[in-house]
T-cell receptor
Framework: AQKITQTQPGMFVQEKEAVTLDCTYD???????LFWYKQPSSGEMIFLIY??????QNATEGRYSLNFQKARKSANLVISASQLGDSAMYFC????????????FGKGTRLHILP | EAGVVQSPRYKIIEKKQPVAFWCNPISGHNTLYWYLQNLGQGPELLIRYENEEAVDDSQLPKDRFSAERLKGVDSTLKIQPAELGDSAVYLC????????????FGPGTRLTVL
């Protein structure tokens, strides 16, 4: 069965520091995609970054990068130079590209950026 | 370009009443998703449409929930009758196609059942 685990319910980080949000996943399928979303208090889920299981390079999008370690089944999100506006819930998600094509989300990590 | 539109943003009803949520996906997006998000949890897929066909409704409680996407564009999710435990945020998302295509989410509808 597929599963996403985010072990950090909440984190407090000083502004301008780098942040790593942990995500581990479990699947026996070879073809899958990993996503990170940000959900501010307004409620909208904002897409941040995507990593395909066959991508050899770690994905990067501006201040966001995904530390993909396939053998360890981890897909941690790294935010460089954190800003006050980064305070939000962050969700890791996985989509398995097989017949069932399931999409599952982790329980999220609440990030607080301190001034 | 407009994002995913959902209405209403908030809805308060009494238990046993019916309720409906509406979603208009991003123009040109063939795949539409409805998710349920309970407080402090990640979204859980209720149903996924490819055009007008529901290709995954395995998590939809069909005794009280129904959904439609008649012309393959906008969609409606209905609950009848609502129960206290249905209080949650209902999120709609769309993507160009399935597979690895990124899903873009709407702002959600926060339902409170009294």
């Amino acid at each position: 069965a597929q599963k996403i685990t985010q072990t950090q319910p909440g984190m407090f980080v000083q502004e301008k520091e780098a942040v790593t949000l942990d995500c581990t996943y479990d699947t026996s399928d070879q073809s899958y995609g990993l996503f990170w979303y940000k959900q501010p208090s307004s409620g909208e889920m904002i897409f941040l970054i995507y990593q395909g299981s066959y991508d050899e390079q770690n994905a990067t999008e501006g201040r966001y990068s995904l530390n993909f370690q396939k053998a360890r089944k981890s897909a941690n999100l790294v935010i460089s130079a954190s800003q006050l506006g980064d305070s939000a819930m962050y969700f890791c998600a996985m989509r398995v590209m097989n017949r069932d094509d399931k999409i599952i989300f982790g329980k999220g990590t609440r990030l607080h950026i301190l001034p | 370009e407009a994002g995913v539109v959902q209405s209403p943003r908030y809805k308060i009803i009494e238990k046993k009443q019916p309720v409906a949520f509406w979603c208009n996906p991003i123009s040109g997006h063939n795949t539409l998703y409805w998710y349920l998000q309970n407080l402090g949890q990640g979204p859980e897929l209720l149903i996924r449409y490819e055009n007008e066909e529901a290709v995954d409704d395995s998590q939809l409680p069909k005794d009280r929930f129904s959904a439609e996407r008649l012309k393959g564009v906008d969609s409606t999710l209905k609950i009848q009758p609502a129960e206290l435990g249905d209080s949650a945020v209902y999120l709609c998302a769309s993507s160009l196609a399935g597979g690895a295509d990124t899903q873009y989410f709407g702002p959600g509808t926060r339902l409170t059942v009294l």
